[in-house]
């Protein structure tokens, strides 16, 4: 079976642009996460959803981070504005909830000029 | 604030040896651990996991032990290969960190054939 993908997998964008990156997970996993991933780090939590409902945004850095998922599938994380320190390897991952383990999607190498 | 920190970003092992990564984290609340191996230009892949009520999880090659009065884990690979050659991350989550799982920094691995 397919396993978590996204899309672009890189993206270079100018300061101030508009960017979309876009996360199709494994089917019949109801949750879903975005990790920002900078240079060196390990990945750092962004938002999470249960099926269509965002339940948990307190990662995202700024009101210019927007993250949804209207039919409880594909998710789309939206960066308004972007600025050079958002460069960064986004990450995708899903799972069938609870405890079960994240499977991870191969991430958007994000790249602000 | 790091939650969950791995101090050795590398480790070196010669084939058919044990590698011992380690991970410490501050939040007592912990109670499901996991870890991840990455590979370059690829998403983290769900290695074994070890939740609280347990000391040893064994999974083939894969060992994880959990040490909570230390609050400490370590994965244990015996024996070493050159294919295990990535960069490792343990990650954790708890009943008072919502759906957030926290991740170390990584320690890169590298199997000497």
């Known amino acids: 079976g397919a396993g978590v993908s996204q899309s672009p997998r890189y993206k270079v964008a100018k300061r101030g642009q508009d960017v979309a990156l876009r996360c199709d997970p494994i089917?019949?996993?109801?949750?879903l996460f975005w990790y920002q991933q900078a240079l060196g780090q390990g990945p750092e939590f962004l938002t999470y959803?249960?099926?269509?409902?965002?339940?948990?945004k307190s990662g995202l850095p700024s009101d210019r981070f927007f993250a949804e998922r209207p039919e409880g599938s594909v998710s789309t994380l939206k960066i308004q504005r972007t600025q050079q320190e958002d460069s960064a390897v986004y990450l995708c991952?899903?799972?069938?909830?609870?405890?079960?383990?994240?499977?991870f999607g191969d991430g958007t190498r994000l790249s602000i000029l | 604030d790091q939650q969950v920190k791995q101090n050795s970003p590398s480790l070196s092992v010669q084939e058919g040896r044990i590698s011992i990564l380690n991970c410490d984290y501050t939040?007592?609340?912990?109670?499901?651990f996991l870890w991840y191996k990455k590979y370059p230009a690829e998403g983290p892949t769900f290695l074994i996991s070890?939740?609280?009520?347990?000391d040893k999880n064994e999974d083939g090659r894969f060992t994880v032990f959990l040490n909570k009065s230390a609050k400490h884990l370590s994965l244990h690979i015996v024996p070493s290969q050159p294919g295990d050659s990535a960069v490792y991350f343990c990650?954790?989550?708890?009943?008072?960190?919502?759906?957030?799982?926290?991740f170390g920094t990584g320690t890169s691995l590298t199997v000497i054939p």
């Open positions: 991952a899903s799972s069938y909830g609870g405890v079960q383990p994240q499977h």
């Open positions: 089917s019949g996993h109801v949750s």
């Open positions: 959803f249960q099926n269509e409902a965002q339940l948990d």
């Open positions: 939040n007592s609340m912990f109670d499901y």
């Open positions: 070890i939740s609280s009520i347990k």
């Open positions: 990650a954790a989550r708890g009943p008072n960190t919502g759906n957030q799982f926290y």
